[in-house]
């Protein structure tokens, strides 16, 4: 007889993407620098890569606490799942 088993796993991995950067250019950079550990240089490049990956393998708090300071720094940014 054959079973079969899914695993449930309650700690599924996040990603940040940054869709938009909004008028606060110097500002989002900034959140970056503070969540993300990029310098100011990395941190600009990266907002001329639209949508970008800020943050990859983390968990929902620390992904959704990084989208609500970009959202706050009037950037449009979302949690993603990671398969």
Not at 12 to 33: H, Q, S
Request: hydrophobic fraction near 45%; proline fraction near 4%.
């Amino acid at each position: 007889m054959g079973y079969s088993y899914e695993l449930i796993c309650d700690n599924v991995p996040n990603a940040v993407v940054l869709t938009d950067f909004g008028p606060r250019v110097i500002e989002v950079v900034k959140v970056l620098r503070r969540r993300a550990g990029l310098t100011l240089w990395q941190g600009r490049s990266l907002l001329d890569r639209l949508p970008a990956t800020v943050l990859e393998d983390v968990s929902e708090e620390r992904a959704e606490a990084t989208v609500r300071e970009l959202l706050a720094v009037g950037a449009r940014a979302e949690v993603r799942q990671q398969a």
